[in-house]
Each structure stands twice: as C-alpha cells, then as structure tokens.
C-alpha cells in the first residue's frame, strides 16, 4: 500500500466524517417523501420496533450464559416406540457425537405422536451408559413414572444416583396445554416435584416448558413470559412441600423453542437470562445460572419440501448456539413425516457436530454481546415479557391465568394475528408458500406419522399444515389440477406476473401452463380452451392490461374458460373487468389461502 502512495493507517482520511444525522438525511432524500417508520422499521408481534440502524452499545457487557464451559449439550430424541429399536438408534446416535438423550414419553409435551411408556425405559437403554450422558425427560404426566424406573435402572447398575445427570422436564401446566393434562393443583406438583427430588439425581428439578406457547402460535415475549411465571409457581409448589427454595432456584430448567429466526433467537435466550436474574433478586435468592434447553421449532417444520427444514433447524441451532443455551435438541428434518429413520437423525446431530467441532461457535462466551441491534432487541423482548410475566402474577400466578383462560386467549390471538400474515405471506415459507416444489419426492420414515387432531387448551401448530391441505388435495386427485396462464405480450411484459401466479398455485399443489403471449384474444383463448384447464388466470403489464384485458376476458368466457383470474390489482379497470367476466384479482398481499380453496373449488376439488 505505501508504494501507492497510500496511508494504510488512515484510508478512510479522505472522507468527512459521518454521524447518524448525515444518514438520516441520506435517507430521507432516498425515500423521496415516503414515510420513514413505515418503509424502514417493523413492528414487532410483541409490539415493539425494528429499527434499520443501530449505534454499538459501548457499556455492555458480556451476558452470563453456559454454566459449564465447553459446547453445549448435544441431544437426541429417543421416541421409537418399540423399545429395541429405539435402543440401537440411541447407542447410533451416541456413538455419532451425541452426548445428551431426550427419553420421550407418549404423553410427553414434545412427543409428536411417538414416544413410550415408562415401563420400556430399562431396553430403550440396552447399551447406554447414563454416567456418560445428560438425559432430560420428556414425559408430561408420565414424568414420575419414567423417573422411578429410571432410578431403579441406577440401583439395578449399582450406580450412584448423584453421579447421573438427569433433567426431569417435569412442567404440568405445559402438558395440561398441550396435551389436554388434568389441570395441576399447587399442592399435588409440590408433592411431585419433592417425590423426584428424593431419588436423588444431579441435574435440574423445576421446568418452565416454553414450547407449549411456541408450539401453539404464541409470540416469543408470550414463550419467556410463561416459562418465568411457570418457574415462579413451581418455585411456589415446591415451597410449599417443604422444598428448599434457594435449592431448587439453582436447579431451574428452561426450554425454549428455536426457530429460523436467528437474531431474535439469540435475544430470546439472553433475555430469559435477564428474566430469570431480576426474578432471583426481587425474591432475594441467591444468584444461581438457569440452565436452557433449546429445541429446534415444531411450527417451522414443513412436511411440503422437507429438505428445507435443513436450513430452519440450522439457523435455530445457531441462534440457540449464539444465544447460549446449555443444550440443543434438532428435531429431524422429516419428523412432520413420520418417525424419522438413522439417516434423518444422523443429519440432525451433524448439523450440531458441524457447528460446534468445525464452526466452534460454543467458543466466545456471548459473541452477541455490544451489538447495538442485538442488545436493543434483547432489552425490548425481557421488557415486554417482564409486562406479561406481571399480569401473570396479578392474576394469581400461573396456574390461574392458565386455567382461567386469561394466558391461552393471549397466545390464541398471537395465532390467529400469525395465520393471517402467513395467509398474506407476510411471513414466507419457503418451500411451501413460496418456491413450492409439486414434483418434490417424499423421503422415506421409519412408520408415518399418527392422524392428530388438535388437542389441549393451547394445541400445537405448523404453519406449513395450512398449505399442505391445499397440496393434499392437488395430490389425491385423479389428474393434477392445472391452471393456464394467459399470457398477454411478449415474455417480458408478461414473466413476472406468471411466476408469481404459478408459484402461489403450486402452494396449493395446482399445476401451470403459460401460454405463448401475443395480444391475439381470440388465439390465446383457444390455447386456454385446447389446454382443458377450468381456470384461467391472465398474466401481464398493466400498460398491456389497459388495451388487452378486458377483450382477453371476454373472448376466455366465450371459449368456455369457467373461472377468469387476473394477476395483479384491478386498479381502475375493475369494474370493467368484472363486469367482463374476472371473479379474482391475485397479487403481492392477497389472501393466498383464500385464493387456493377457490381455486379448488373451480377444479371441483
């Protein structure tokens, strides 16, 4: 550089320098009028803003996060439900790099339709050496039954159960939403929480089971918010039988579902580690580290292009990763299937083996630490999360709010807010609502997954499972349902429009044809009328629209085409489009749900 004539040192010396004001300006002369807020920032589903720029927080410091150094839990679901079976994958599973187990029970909150019954547990761990691995329980109402056979395991080996680290995951209200539980009375999860407390076990005692508010649509203040006020009331019931509770504050699980979403993610578990302390000091316990389970989101996983669901669980890893849970659990890309096989479970705990042997990112302690972005956004979720987490307690604590219906109509509007941007593609998926693939082969699973209907107060969710009803219905008929795209003009006036009407019929499983262009209505309405299809959809420019489209209609009824669509809004022709024949306008923000049930119904599907 310096045989340039350049000062390696001081690049940037030739340039005044520029504050947040000078970008201010840049950017308004760039909007040309548009609203600031509107084009640039974005509300939250917990209600606060998304800024476009952020300055570094210079004062912040690194969050405490993994007690124990080194990488984190790696865990792997064991759910087959014939107990030999699930013995060989578990022994497959450690011996690929797993180090942590999660025993699901058929009556376990992350089930998924799998799972057994706690008297199988002694073959389902034919092999394993539970002094070597962190299990943690997933087992509901079972929970007490799973942790005595457990035990008599440990006394059968002559193993010291304080040697074995054992997570009892045990959160009734949660399986009380999720699974349709009796209702927990304070004195009975006392008394069962000191009824496992006594075998003995090293690992955590009290749970807040988040994913029951995640699983059901519920927004991640709502998750952290519950998960607080579930440990409070267990703290609470524990008290109450005679539990220490400075004891079983340092013996506090969390787990917490993590979704695509990276940088919200990675505020999610920051936050609920603030939570957590300000929960210790206002109840004048001594500080003690929360130990967080991640696991990979149930409502992001697609059965539509289950491949996809690679990339979802990755970024969540990372997130849960960066964020700095103590354990990560990936639910296998083909879980929405069925019962995933050895490879799908192999590529679940490569994907951590890659990101932490190869990646490290278990190294740096909080690498999210001084990002102005980050740490607004983890201040923002622990503030609003903290306003639930107080009604909660205004209301009686957790189990009132939960079992007077306060909580679930929260979490139920969450879904019902969730459902309607999904409809909108307000929130893309990819591989479903967007990019959909109809001639995507299904990979193999182990049995497929059981009919679920919807159960407990807060069922759980996919949000894919809304367009997979659609391509259902595309896949179980006789002949594909295919649309023709009339197209108007040359390729260029008319592509755009007829990609983004072909792929949002193909997110209902619909086929379709795209016409050869031209402004001869009456040629395109006999390629229409030859293709057999009962659908037409017009494709085009709007300037094209103005001279063509209204005689495209007419010409398309004439022929005998039943339904006429139009891609794009109808904009000052409207009237007379409908007028000539146009029953829908599809375009950017439309109803894509809405759209494919009538388009089925033009199919006769």
Same mark, same amino acid.
């Given at each position: 550089?310096?045989?340039l004539?350049?000062?390696?040192g001081?690049?940037?010396?030739?340039?005044s320098?520029?504050?947040?004001?000078d970008w201010?300006?840049? &950017?308004?002369?760039?909007?040309?009028g548009?609203?600031?807020?509107?084009?640039l920032?974005?509300?939250?589903?917990?209600g606060?803003?998304?800024?476009p720029l952020?300055?570094?927080?210079?004062e912040?410091?690194?969050?405490?996060?993994?007690?124990?150094?080194g990488?984190?839990?790696?865990?792997?679901?064991?759910?087959?439900p014939h107990?030999?079976?699930?013995?060989?994958?578990?022994?497959?599973?450690?011996?690929?790099?797993?180090?942590?187990?999660?025993?699901?029970?058929?009556?376990?909150?992350g089930?998924r339709?799998?799972?057994?019954?706690?008297?199988a547990?002694?073959?389902?761990?034919?092999?394993?050496m539970?002094?070597?691995?962190?299990?943690?329980l997933?087992?509901?109402?079972?929970?007490s039954?799973?942790?005595?056979?457990?035990a008599?395991i440990?006394?059968r080996?002559?193993?010291?159960a304080? &040697?074995?680290?054992v997570?009892f995951?045990?959160?009734?209200?949660?399986?009380?939403?999720?699974?349709?539980a009796?209702a927990?009375?304070?004195?009975s999860?006392?008394?069962?929480?000191?009824?496992?407390s006594?075998?003995?076990f090293?690992?955590?005692?009290i749970t807040?089971?988040?994913?029951?508010?995640h699983d059901?649509?519920?927004t991640?203040a709502q998750?952290?918010a519950?998960?607080?006020a579930?440990?409070?009331e267990?703290?609470r019931? !524990?008290?109450k039988?005679?539990?220490?509770?400075?004891?079983?504050?340092?013996?506090a699980?969390?787990?917490l579902?993590?979704?695509?979403?990276?940088?919200?993610g990675i505020?999610k578990l920051?936050?609920?580690?603030?939570?957590?302390?300000r929960?210790l000091?206002?109840?004048?316990?001594p500080?003690?580290?929360l130990?967080?389970?991640a696991?990979?989101?149930?409502r992001?996983m697609s059965?539509?292009?289950?491949y996809?669901?690679?990339?979802?669980?990755?970024?969540?890893v990372?997130?849960?990763g960066?964020g700095?849970?103590?354990?990560?659990t990936?639910l296998?890309?083909t879980?929405?299937?069925?019962?995933?096989?050895?490879?799908?479970r192999?590529v679940?705990? *490569?994907?951590? *083996?890659?990101?932490?042997?190869?990646?490290?990112?278990?190294?740096?302690?909080?690498?999210?630490?001084?990002?102005g972005?980050?740490?607004?956004?983890?201040?923002?979720?622990?503030?609003?999360?903290?306003k639930?987490?107080q009604?909660?307690?205004?209301?009686?604590g957790?189990?009132?709010?939960?079992t007077?219906?306060?909580f679930?109509?929260?979490?139920?509007?969450?879904?019902?807010?969730?459902?309607?941007?999904?409809?909108?593609?307000?929130?893309?998926?990819?591989?479903?609502?967007?990019?959909?693939?109809?001639?995507e082969k299904?990979p193999?699973v182990?049995?497929?997954a059981?009919?679920?209907g919807?159960?407990g107060?807060?069922p759980?969710?996919?949000?894919?499972?809304?367009?997979?009803?659609?391509?259902?219905?595309?896949?179980?008929a006789?002949?594909?349902?295919?649309a023709?795209l009339?197209?108007? !003009? *040359?390729?260029?006036?008319?592509?755009a429009?007829?990609?983004?009407?072909? *792929?949002?019929?193909?997110a209902?499983?619909?086929?379709?044809k795209t016409?050869?262009?031209?402004?001869?209505?009456?040629?395109?309405?006999?390629?229409?009328?030859q293709?057999?299809?009962?659908l037409? &959809?017009?494709c085009?420019?709007?300037?094209?629209?103005?001279?063509?489209? &209204?005689?495209?209609?007419?010409?398309?009824?004439?022929?005998?085409?039943?339904?006429?669509?139009?891609?794009?809004r109808?904009g000052?022709?409207e009237?007379?489009?409908?007028?000539?024949?146009?029953t829908r306008?599809?375009?950017?923000?439309c109803?894509?749900?809405?759209?494919?049930d009538a388009?089925?119904?033009?199919?006769?599907?």
């Amino acid at each position: 550089m310096s045989a340039l004539g350049l000062d390696a040192g001081n690049l940037a010396g030739g340039f005044s320098p520029a504050g947040e004001q000078d970008w201010r300006a840049a &950017v308004e002369k760039a909007l040309k009028g548009a609203d600031f807020d509107k084009v640039l920032t974005k509300t939250t589903r917990d209600g606060y803003k998304i800024q476009p720029l952020y300055p570094q927080t210079v004062e912040a410091k690194a969050r405490p996060a993994r007690a124990a150094a080194g990488p984190w839990t790696l865990s792997q679901r064991v759910d087959h439900p014939h107990d030999s079976d699930a013995a060989h994958l578990a022994l497959a599973d450690l011996e690929g790099g797993a180090d942590g187990l999660v025993l699901v029970g058929k009556a376990g909150v992350g089930a998924r339709g799998f799972g057994a019954a706690p008297s199988a547990l002694a073959t389902r761990l034919d092999g394993v050496m539970p002094e070597l691995v962190r299990i943690r329980l997933d087992a509901g109402t079972d929970t007490s039954d799973l942790a005595a056979e457990l035990a008599g395991i440990a006394a059968r080996r002559g193993d010291d159960a304080g &040697v074995l680290s054992v997570d009892f995951g045990f959160d009734p209200l949660a399986a009380y939403a999720a699974t349709g539980a009796t209702a927990p009375a304070l004195e009975s999860w006392g008394k069962e929480l000191a009824d496992l407390s006594r075998h003995g076990f090293a690992g955590t005692l009290i749970t807040g089971d988040g994913r029951a508010v995640h699983d059901a649509g519920g927004t991640p203040a709502q998750e952290l918010a519950y998960v607080l006020a579930t440990l409070v009331e267990a703290l609470r019931a !524990g008290g109450k039988a005679g539990l220490d509770m400075a004891d079983m504050s340092g013996r506090a699980l969390a787990i917490l579902s993590a979704d695509a979403d990276i940088f919200p993610g990675i505020a999610k578990l920051r936050a609920m580690r603030l939570l957590w302390a300000r929960v210790l000091d206002a109840s004048s316990l001594p500080e003690a580290p929360l130990r967080i389970e991640a696991e990979t989101a149930w409502r992001m996983m697609s059965r539509a292009d289950p491949y996809v669901n690679l990339l979802r669980v990755t970024a969540a890893v990372s997130a849960a990763g960066l964020g700095g849970a103590d354990g990560v659990t990936v639910l296998p890309h083909t879980l929405a299937l069925g019962l995933p096989d050895g490879f799908a479970r192999r590529v679940a705990r *490569n994907i951590q *083996n890659v990101l932490t042997g190869e990646s490290n990112l278990y190294r740096v302690a909080d690498p999210a630490g001084g990002s102005g972005y980050i740490e607004a956004v983890t201040q923002e979720m622990a503030e609003a999360a903290w306003k639930l987490f107080q009604r909660i307690e205004a209301e009686g604590g957790a189990i009132a709010a939960m079992t007077s219906d306060s909580f679930p109509k929260q979490v139920a509007e969450a879904r019902a807010a969730l459902e309607k941007d999904i409809a909108r593609r307000k929130v893309p998926l990819t591989g479903v609502s967007e990019f959909p693939n109809i001639a995507e082969k299904t990979p193999a699973v182990l049995m497929p997954a059981p009919e679920a209907g919807e159960t407990g107060l807060m069922p759980a969710m996919r949000v894919a499972a809304l367009f997979e009803a659609f391509r259902d219905r595309a896949d179980a008929a006789k002949d594909r349902p295919t649309a023709f795209l009339a197209a108007i !003009g *040359n390729v260029p006036d008319f592509n755009a429009r007829a990609m983004f009407a072909a *792929n949002a019929l193909a997110a209902g499983g619909i086929a379709a044809k795209t016409g050869d262009g031209g402004t001869d209505a009456a040629e395109i309405a006999s390629a229409a009328l030859q293709s057999g299809s009962k659908l037409a &959809v017009i494709c085009s420019s709007d300037a094209l629209y103005a001279d063509h489209a &209204v005689a495209l209609v007419t010409a398309l009824k004439s022929a005998g085409v039943s339904e006429v669509w139009l891609a794009g809004r109808g904009g000052e022709q409207e009237a007379a489009l409908k007028g000539a024949g146009v029953t829908r306008f599809i375009y950017a923000g439309c109803d894509i749900l809405e759209m494919l049930d009538a388009a089925h119904a033009a199919f006769g599907g």
